[in-house]
């Protein structure tokens, strides 16, 4: 078994199997919305094809670099697809220009005799569809499983040394704050080693986009959904849970809105989160001192300043206006971490940290 990947994100080269190996429709689904690909099985000639492409823009700092098939319920696949996808893979690890593969699959496809078929091929990384440990949501969202499927799927794939991710979705039929919250917690009780949180968004052709157009299915605002996966983040973060991803990745589909009928999409999702993460930062330190004075400085990480700016400096704004601040000031400090900010100003010019 491959030793587990390192903290340091690798190189992901994506091929997309959309909605292929998958038993069901779920509510939710469109998958070559999302993707932006045509339903099919791409060919071994398109592998190489792909991975070569994605291959020339790696940089030399990146140290690994992994095929991730994504888009589909890989372990659902007949078994012989499985086999030629892995076998043809695993030629770019041999020669050295790929790391390891990973895939992405429904927890209730993940048993022993699917294992033993990966155990032949360089996989080291498996991300499982877990939407929801609710079983109520998941009977509403038709996926097809249990929330007892994830943990059984967990449980296998950590007893053969498989670095797990776990992906979840908020904003379901049936699902609220508290329930949400409730999946968060059950997930971190599995120690996952990453967690993808997705807002649920209402897609053409899905059986959620009807119940929307009926009046059944109301999609979470994008504020609010912004606000909940905050406090996901924060709660993950807490656990020592790494979350790699907040927000649909965009695609030309969805960015043309041609697909998207509602629900809280936004290109810059993670990035929202980020920097309400940073207001309330801030926030709470000028709460707390209240003799600032009317100049304020606030130093954060060098690639941290659009998180404190916030999208169109609303941020700034909104920490102006809040405080009746005159001026103030976002500057680059090198020396901080990235989830720290220090506050200073004439008054007070030693300043304050924190930190998420």
């Known amino acids: 078994m491959l030793d587990r990947i390192s903290n340091r994100r690798p190189f992901i080269i994506p091929i997309f199997l959309p909605h292929a190996g998958c038993p069901h429709q779920c509510v939710f689904c469109n998958q070559t919305a999302i993707t932006g690909v045509k339903q099919n099985i791409v060919?071994?000639?398109?592998?190489?094809?792909?991975?070569?492409?994605?291959?020339?823009?790696?940089?030399?700092?990146?140290?690994?670099?992994?095929v991730?098939?994504?888009?589909?319920?890989f372990l659902g696949l007949k078994k012989e697809t499985i086999r030629r996808l892995l076998g043809h893979t695993m030629k770019f690890v041999k020669n050295g220009r790929v790391d390891s593969?990973?895939?992405?699959?429904?927890?209730?496809?993940?048993?022993?005799?699917?294992?033993?078929?990966?155990?032949?091929?360089?996989?080291?990384?498996?991300?499982?569809?877990?939407q929801s440990m609710d079983d109520r949501v998941l009977a509403m969202a038709k996926?097809?499983?249990?929330?007892?499927?994830?943990?059984?799927?967990?449980?296998?794939?950590?007893?053969?040394?498989?670095?797990?991710?776990?992906?979840?979705?908020?904003?379901?039929?049936?699902?609220?704050?508290?329930?949400?919250f409730y999946t968060a917690q059950r997930i971190a009780e599995l120690v996952p080693d990453f967690v993808r949180i997705y807002p649920t968004v209402v897609l053409e052709n899905s059986r959620l986009g009807r119940w929307y157009s009926q009046g059944k299915y109301t999609p979470w605002s994008l504020e609010r959904c912004v606000a909940h996966v905050k406090d996901l983040y924060l709660y993950y973060k807490n656990k020592a849970i790494p979350?790699?991803?907040?927000?649909?990745?965009?695609?030309?589909?969805?960015?043309?809105?041609?697909?998207?009928?509602?629900g809280p999409y936004h290109p810059a999702f993670g990035h929202m989160v980020h920097s309400e993460?940073?207001?309330?930062?801030?926030?709470?330190?000028?709460?707390?001192?209240?003799?600032?004075?009317?100049?304020?400085?606030?130093?954060?990480?060098?690639?941290?300043?659009?998180?404190?700016?916030?999208?169109?400096?609303k941020n700034v704004d909104a920490l102006q206006k809040r405080f009746h601040i005159q001026s103030l000031k976002i500057v680059p400090d090198a020396s901080l971490p990235e989830d720290q900010l220090a506050v200073s100003s004439l008054s007070n010019p030693t300043g304050?940290?924190?930190k998420i």
């Open 243 to 262: 979350v790699i991803r907040m927000g649909l990745q965009a695609s030309e589909d969805l960015e043309k809105g041609a697909t998207l009928l509602s």
């Open 43 to 66: 060919s071994s000639e398109t592998v190489d094809l792909l991975i070569d492409e994605f291959l020339e823009y790696k940089r030399p700092h990146r140290r690994s670099a992994q």
């Open 68 to 73: 991730a098939f994504y888009g589909g319920n």
């Open 101 to 130: 593969i990973r895939f992405s699959t429904r927890p209730d496809t993940i048993d022993r005799e699917h294992l033993e078929i990966i155990s032949d091929y360089p996989v080291s990384t498996v991300e499982i569809g877990v």
């Open 143 to 180: 996926r097809g499983h249990t929330a007892e499927d994830t943990v059984t799927a967990v449980r296998l794939l950590k007893e053969r040394g498989y670095t797990v991710g776990l992906q979840t979705m908020v904003g379901l039929p049936g699902d609220d704050e508290t329930g949400s």
């Open 352 to 354: 304050i940290d924190l």
């Open 277 to 313: 993460i940073f207001m309330d930062m801030a926030a709470d330190v000028m709460e707390k001192r209240s003799a600032f004075g009317d100049t304020v400085t606030i130093k954060v990480h060098p690639r941290s300043i659009s998180k404190m700016r916030g999208l169109k400096n």
